[in-house]
């Protein structure tokens, strides 16, 4: 006796992984539109001198 998965089983499970896989690729090319590299490095840098100065006399 063999467990087999019915048909609508295996074309639900394809479906699903088809839409998990476009979905993450729709969502990749969202992404790009984004400017993460330049808020990234904008946090991470240090302050200069005068923006430090700047701060202080507030």
Same mark, same amino acid.
């Not at 006796?1 to 295996?10: A, G, I, K, Q, S």
């Not at 992984?17 to 476009?22: M, Q, S």
């Not at 969202?30 to 005068?50: A, C, H, I, N």
């Given at each position: &006796? %063999?467990?087999?998965? $019915?048909?609508?089983?295996?074309i639900?499970?394809?479906? &699903?992984?088809? /839409?998990?896989?476009?979905?993450?690729? &729709?969502l990749? +090319?969202? &992404?790009?539109?984004?400017?993460? +590299? /330049?808020?990234?490095? +904008? !946090?991470?840098? $240090? %302050?200069?001198?005068?923006? !430090? %100065?700047?701060?202080?006399?507030?």
């Open positions: &006796m %063999e467990n087999t998965l $019915p048909t609508w089983h295996v639900l499970i394809i479906v &699903m992984v088809l /839409g998990f896989i476009i979905s993450n690729i &729709m990749l +090319k969202y &992404m790009t539109r984004f400017d993460v +590299k /330049g808020k990234l490095d +904008k !946090q991470t840098k $240090p %302050e200069s001198k005068s923006e !430090q %100065e700047e701060k202080e006399d507030k």
